[in-house]
């Protein structure tokens, strides 16, 4: 009994120091909040980016990309005469640690949060964007959902991206192939187990047939297959004049490479899912000529504004920025461009000032935010010539 | 009407594979009824040995072929002495079971070595060609003939090996019944470690014939590939060599024909679905004659 007196004696105390201690805490919050910042401190903007965990490499490049940005910014004398200051953290490619990164930047007062890069931690990190009115934006989440409520179809008001969403890169594809290729008769080969080819294979087709081309073949395949002449056999005798094969470059690969073993020689296109190095080993350079694929970026890009970027990131880095590293140089180059329009660092402020971006130049391409938070820019389309990525044209929405 | 040829062609070239890979199957089985489920698996560390030796040493593919081959007939001994030694007389359900943790303990192992990310053999290890018949209507490759000419070659050796020699007798005997055969002074570790030596070397030669044909390996290259190898083995008779030969042809001619004419997204479930009638309706496969259970 002793012991236990003791014990809850020792509690209350903990328990009267914690208090104490938390009403200093509070105290001193309410007092910055009180004292407005002069106008020379810096804005601050936090970064949750994935540094560490699965899909570490993207977080890493796009945060090069976003730091590049805000110092070029800094060096040029920041924004309405501010510099930027940003706090860079790590959500460990993690849903629920994208959420706490949020949360612990703002509460380091940021205005407006950059990051995370895939869909499912921009959907983590939403709701405390949305309680505390502070804008995010996701530079490379492509599905839908990140900033369209699926259910009710109302567009979040805090989050806006920089990517276009998956499917749209397939209308595009669509009308290039109408357009440009002049074909009449399309066939499909897609992979049937990602919602992602799926979605380009959709889009490809509506806006195909929209333009008067008919599809004469629709085929499936799964990841990790390897055979695929007999499915190819049959598209070749449909005689399209061209291939559209949604899917990722393990797969797509091994499908040009069969293809022209097989005899045919009209264009294959495909998706940004192509974009690997590993998709000439697998392929071969030969069977890729006369492909076509589209991306967000290319590094490749003879645009002034595309060289500079590489250019710098080279120097900054020691390697060719990839198209997360753009986009993340791109989302930077937005934020800061929003807060100068907004002429204040009020969240709400920024908000409206972002969903009024229009004609905003990046190294991604030219872009304007549609209703749905999303932006509307063109896609590069990149020829393989043996093996080599050749950047053929932007084309337009 | 071309369409047609071609489709059999293909299947033909994708059967020899499977062919390839239910050989090992086979031979295994018919000398010691042992599912070897870690026979696709074995085939991937196979095609792995081959890689290297062509990537680091500079091989050609036949060298790449035979190094491959004695690496896993190695590994075949080792996993034979450490996995499914100590279980010989406990049920056979437990070294089914065993074999599985063995084929998820190579893939895995695999990966935490080598990292799942995909390879593909340097450039010019094997020169393509094509060959065109009917102003252009019909394609076959050297790959396609490489891969039908092996098969068939081990096909013949296996068959000569374990008809005509002096450990393929032994091999038999052991099959029919082990502890005759020991009393009659054959030494049955040794038997069935030659077994698993020239079964785990017929799938390394597999594997490093698959990874040349596709021009990529991962870890996990042996899973489907196994289990289609293992209907077509189930197909042709399981334990009879010529057999698998025949049910990988049926497999792959098949498979071809419902990509071909039907949905190419119903090729594995009719694979799957024919292992189910063969098994429901003629359990001991093509070639297989009903001896009914000796008492």
Partial sequence: MKINKKL??????????????????????????KTPAPAKEPIKIGLNVELSGGVASYGTNCRNGIVMAFDEINKAGGVNGRKIEYIVMDCKS??????????????????????????????????IATQ??????????????????????????????????????????GNYAADTLKAKKAAILMDTSTDYAKGLAQAFKESFTKKGGTIVAEEGFVKGDKDFKSTLTKIKNKAPDVVYVPGYYNETGLIAKQARELGITVPLLGGDGWDSADLVNIAGAKALNHTFFTNHYSPQDNDPKVVKFVQAYKAAYKTTPDAFAALGYDSAYLVADAIKRAGSTDGVKIKDALAATTNFTGVTGTFSMDQYHNPVKSAVLIEMVDGKQVVRTKIKP | MYEFFQQMLNGVSLGSIYALIALGYTMVYG??????????????????????????????VVPAMVFAMLACALLGVVIEKLAYKPLRNSTRIAALITAIGVSLFLEYATIWL?????????????????????????????????????AVALMVLLQYIVKHTRIG????????????????????????????????????????????????????MGIIPGLKAFVAAVI?????????MMGGFVMGILEALVSGYGSSLYRDAVAFAVLILILLFKPTGIFGKDTGEKV
């Fill in chain 1, 8 to 33: 809850v004696l020792l509690l209350m105390v903990a328990f009267l120091v914690s208090i104490v201690a938390g009403c200093g805490g509070a105290a001193t919050k309410t007092e910055t909040e």
């Fill in chain 1, 94 to 127: 993690d849903a629920a640690e994208a959420t706490n990164v949020a949360a612990r930047l703002v509460q380091k007062q940021v205005v407006a949060l950059i990051g995370p890069l895939v869909t499912g931690s921009v959907l983590g990190a939403t709701p």
């Fill in chain 1, 132 to 173: 505390n009115k502070i804008p995010l934006v996701a530079p490379a989440a492509t599905a839908l959902p990140a900033t369209v409520d699926e259910e009710t179809g109302k567009t979040k008001e805090f989050v806006f991206r920089t990517c276009f969403l998956d499917p749209f890169q397939g209308g595009l594809m």
């Fill in chain 2, 31 to 60: 000398i010691i009824n042992l599912i070897n489920f870690a026979h696709g698996d074995i085939m991937m560390v196979g095609a792995y040995v081959g890689f290297f030796s062509i990537a680091i040493l500079g091989v050609g």
């Fill in chain 2, 114 to 150: 080598l990292t799942p990310q995909q390879r593909s053999f340097p450039i010019g290890t094997f020169p393509e060609k094509n060959y065109y018949f009917f102003d252009q209507q019909l394609v076959l490759t050297n790959k396609d003939l490489f891969v039908l000419v092996a």
């Fill in chain 2, 169 to 220: 007798k032994s091999m038999r005997a052991v099959s029919q019944d082990m502890e005759a055969a020991m009393l009659m002074g054959i030494n049955v570790d040794k038997t069935i470690s030659y077994t698993f030596a020239i079964g785990s070397a017929l799938a390394a030669a597999a594997g490093v014939m698959v990874g040349v044909y596709y021009n990529t390996i991962d870890p996990l």
């Fill in chain 2, 236 to 244: 042709g008779g399981i334990g009879i060599i010529p057999g698998a």
